[in-house]
């Protein structure tokens, strides 16, 4: 018997395909759309556009195995997600998560540069519920030693008087990781309307957080799979601003692993 199911297919929610086969899709997720329905965004996801056209296979992986999605992005963060096709390829990508052997990769506009030009930030992190309204919370994050552990990779690619473009490679896979490690060091993100000062968070039009880069073995093959994107076209008039390059038009940064 056929799992039931509330996902319902909105065509209006879009995003670009990376990778595409009969067990693994990779797709680009645009910022301000949510990976997952929850409530208040029951029916404008990221899943609610994939199932346009995947709902059929989606449908067959069922809740528990989050019909197919293997990690999520915050809604503010645009960039790479995957999206298992079949329970192989679901439980074989969950499998390299857990063990850490998935390499994911961003780009983000800080408002300043960090003192050192690399750098790994260890630092556990909590989850916590912050009350927004008398029936609204929203789940933030804080650095504390009662939190899990959480480590983040980081170097800077380019600096200007006015801010700086990061790299970061979250290694454990907390909420908000890269944005409160780099909160941490003095280095809030740009358009961040949750962590850092006033200044960092009206600078841009929105979180300047990209995930640009996956770094993954097929689930089902075993192939190696190096998966990118590039500069997003809504942060380009903020990269011209603060006088930065763009990142994916340079080949030296590009080819750096």
Not at 32 to 45: A, K, M
Not at 174 to 192: A, N, P, Y
Request: net charge positive.
């Amino acid at each position: 018997m056929r799992e039931s199911t509330t996902i319902q297919p909105n065509q209006r929610v879009t995003y670009r395909v990376l990778h595409r086969d009969d067990d693994l899709l990779i797709v680009e997720k645009p910022a301000r759309v949510v990976t997952h329905p929850g409530i208040g965004h029951e029916h404008d996801t990221l899943l609610n556009g994939l199932w346009v056209e995947f709902g059929e296979r989606l449908r067959q992986l069922g809740s528990g195995r989050g019909w197919g999605l293997v990690h999520r992005l915050d809604r503010e963060t645009s960039g790479v997600v995957a999206v298992a096709l079949s329970i192989a390829a679901y439980d074989g990508m969950r499998a390299q998560f857990e063990e850490r052997e998935v390499r994911k990769f961003y780009w983000a506009i800080t408002h300043k540069a960090p003192r050192e030009v690399e750098g790994v930030i260890k630092r556990p992190i909590q989850e916590v519920v912050r009350k927004t309204g008398k029936y609204t919370s929203v789940k933030l994050a804080k650095i504390s030693d009662a939190g899990k552990p959480a480590v983040t990779a980081y170097r800077t690619l380019a600096a200007s008087d006015l801010a700086a473009l990061v790299e970061a490679r979250p290694v454990t896979g907390r909420l908000h990781q890269v944005r409160v490690h780099m909160d941490l060091i003095g280095c809030s993100i740009v358009g961040d309307e949750h962590y850092g000062p006033r200044m960092a968070r009206e600078a841009g039009p929105r979180l300047a957080l990209h995930a640009h880069r996956l770094c993954l073995a097929h689930p089902v093959t075993g192939e190696a799979m190096d998966v990118r994107t590039t500069w997003p076209g809504d942060l380009r008039g903020l990269l011209r601003a603060m006088r930065l390059p763009r990142p994916d038009l340079d080949e030296g940064q590009a080819d750096a692993s």
